[in-house]
Every structure is written in structure tokens, then in C-alpha cells.
């Protein structure tokens, strides 16, 4: 019988990577492990420094969006915690869903059922397909926007085609200068694998600028430990940007003809080759212009997932997929 290799802490035997740039610091935990903080008036963020999730509290009531369950019990101690010092009722009666992801509503039953859970039609449709009783159905849903008045508070729910998945929606806060936009951009990070494992690449790529046409100085993104900022979108914009020109030039540049010349029948290994050279050649750069700029740069895999995606999604949905045959 053989054991996997361990260090000396017990732990695997992990890779070590450059300590986490400054921009990609977290918040300070409590001995329950969340960080709760005002992000506007009474608009509240919490996080565990991996996901983050927010909640309103009104004279009327508590709004709570999105309930990952890595943060789980702690999203009711940060509500209880808020609330009391603000002499304001920690009765939570509405919940918004971002989309219909297990890891941002997984905690959403903690809630109970005498609450009004709040999202998109294809977020109703694809949780009553996935039939988790973790994530109840929404009782209200909508196609294009939706208006939340709670307690004198006013709240902008919005659709605007697929990105990370079909169903991710805009969360507009008019009032408290916030937009909340889960699993797009990562406050100081790069995304993890394959655009932070997305279904559409151009809905993905197109989505930092529709949350930016939105007035707001604070982006609630559902992962890690602070609130982003404009600029932080903007640096996002400009790896994905980077990963799309690297992207096209390899396209152009590496060339397969001796490759499937090499493999002769064996044609998917000459796919297999041909793609793996496009990819390495285009995330080469990228991946050594943002490491040390940008938190997980220096996880290669992320960055070349990412870049495959980019690169088969220029072929496919942008056109050419390759040199038309004489
Ligand atoms: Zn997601």
C-alpha cells in the first residue's frame, strides 16, 4: 500500500506559491470566521474571505442576497449582530438570488419558508430542475427587471442576457451607490478556472462593462474578502483583453500543418497538439504580466483554462474556427 506524500505539517504535499499581492489581502475574521462591514448606509456585506453575500436591514425587515453556505450560520450571527446594535428587528422577510449556483444559495433554507425569495425566471426554472431542498424555488420571479420596495428602500433587480451562467442578474442598490454582480470579476484576483467556471464567454467578456454603464462605487462580486472598486473591473477588463489579442495572435501564428503531418491519421491528436500550442503560446504572457499584479496569477492553470476558453470561443462564436480549404 503506498500514502500520499505528506509535509511535515501532515497536510498533502501542496505546491507553494508568492505570497498574495496587497490588492488581494482579505478582511480580519472573528473567532466565528466572517468580517460583517457597512457598505453603504444600512446596505451590509459579509464575507469568510472566499465568498460574500449582503444583506439590507429596514424598519420592516432584513433582505438578505444570496446565502452561500461557506459563510452558512454566520449570515444569521452578522444579521443578529447589525440588527441589535441598531435597535432594528433581525426578522428577515425577503431573500434575492444572484443566480442559481449551490455555492451562493446553498444556506438559503437556513431561512426557513415564511420569507419571499426573489429571481429570475431561468433562476425558478433551473432550481426546480435541480430540485435541491437547500435552495427553495422563488416565490416571485421576472424576465427583463424587477423593482424590490422594502421598508422605505428601494432595490433594482436586472437581466441582461447570460454570462456566468444563464441566469446571473444585476442587483442595483440606487440608493446606497452599490451594485452587487456575482462570479464576474474577483476584487483583485484573476478568475479561477475557465472564467470562473462559465457558460457564456461572450456574455461573460461583455458583462464588466454593462455593470459598469451602472452608476456605483461599491461592487459587491460574491467571492473573497473586500468590496471591488471601478478600478478593479477595469483591471479586469484589461486581462481579459490581454488574454483575447494574445489570444488571436497565437491563432494566427501557430501554424498546424507539420503537426498534422506528424500524427497522420491520428487526427484528435493533432487537434489536442495544435490547441495546447495555442493555448500555452497565448497564456504565456499573461500569466507573467499579472503575477505578483493580481492574486492566483501565478496558478498557471487557472489563467490557461481561462485562455482556452477565450481562444475556442474567438474561433467558434467570433468566427473564423480556422482557414477556409482552397
Ligand atoms: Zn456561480
Known sequence: MTSPVTSAT?????????????IAKGAALNEHGYHVWQVERNL?????NVYMSAFLTTPDGVVIFDAPP??????????DEITAANGLTNQVTHMVYSHHHADHQGASSLFGGDIVRIGHEETGRLLLRDDDPARPV?????????????????????????????DNIYIHFPDHDTLMFIDVVNAGWIPIYNLNLSDDV?????????A?????????????????????VA?????????????????ASVNPGPIFKHYGENVWAAVKAHLDAVTEQAAAPVIAKYTGVLGGADIEIF?????????????LDRGPSGPVHP
Open 303 to 315: 489563467t490557461r483554462t481561462t485562455t482556452f476558453a477565450i481562444m475556442q470561443s474567438i474561433r
Open 212 to 232: 459598469l454603464d451602472y452608476p456605483w462605487t461599491h461592487l459587491i462580486s460574491g467571492h473573497l474578502g473586500r468590496v471591488a472598486t471601478r478600478e478593479d
Open 70 to 79: 461557506n459563510i452558512g450560520h454566520n449570515i444569521r450571527r452578522a444579521v
Open 10 to 22: 501532515g497536510a498533502p504535499d501542496l505546491p507553494e506559491y508568492a505570497p498574495v499581492p496587497a
Open 235 to 251: 483591471m479586469h477588463q484589461q486581462y481579459i483583453a490581454d488574454i483575447e489579442a494574445s489570444s488571436r495572435e497565437a491563432l
Open 202 to 210: 461572450i456574455g461573460y467578456t461583455g458583462a464588466p462593462a454593462i
Open 138 to 166: 422563488p416565490d416571485v420571479t421576472f424576465s427583463d427587471s424587477y423593482t424590490l420596495e422594502v421598508g422605505g428602500e428601494r432595490v433594482e433587480l436586472a437581466w441582461h442576457g447570460p454570462n456566468h451562467s444563464s
Open 44 to 48: 451590509y456585506a459579509i464575507t469568510d
